[in-house]
């Protein structure tokens, strides 16, 4: 039975290296501007959205419906 050693690493094995094109790429992407006129279609658009929400309970597959109305009920919860 072999039995090798491993080198402990070094903190400058361990450290991440960027380069510094990545980190400038980063910090030179600011924020999306946007005209008045944009800005006002996107805030008209959100409150559409936003009033057609819609918080009851839907019932999305009706295969999923009808097996659960033929699954018997036991002490008041749904058991398959």
Same mark, same amino acid.
């Given at each position: ?20 094109? @990545? !980190?400038?790429?980063? #910090? ?6 946007? &005209? %008045? ?20 309970? @839907? !019932?999305?597959?009706? #295969? ?6 033929? &699954? %018997? ?8």
């Amino acid at each position: 039975m072999d039995i090798s050693v491993v080198p402990e690493s070094t903190e400058s094995d361990t450290t991440v290296q960027h380069s510094k094109e @990545t !980190i400038d790429q980063v #910090s030179d992407s600011p924020t999306q501007q946007l &005209t %008045p006129a944009d800005r006002e279609a996107r805030v008209l658009r959100y409150r559409e959205k936003k009033k057609k929400r819609k918080f009851e309970k @839907t !019932i999305r597959y009706a #295969s999923r419906k009808a097996y659960a109305e033929k &699954t %018997p009920r036991m002490n008041a919860s749904q058991r398959g």
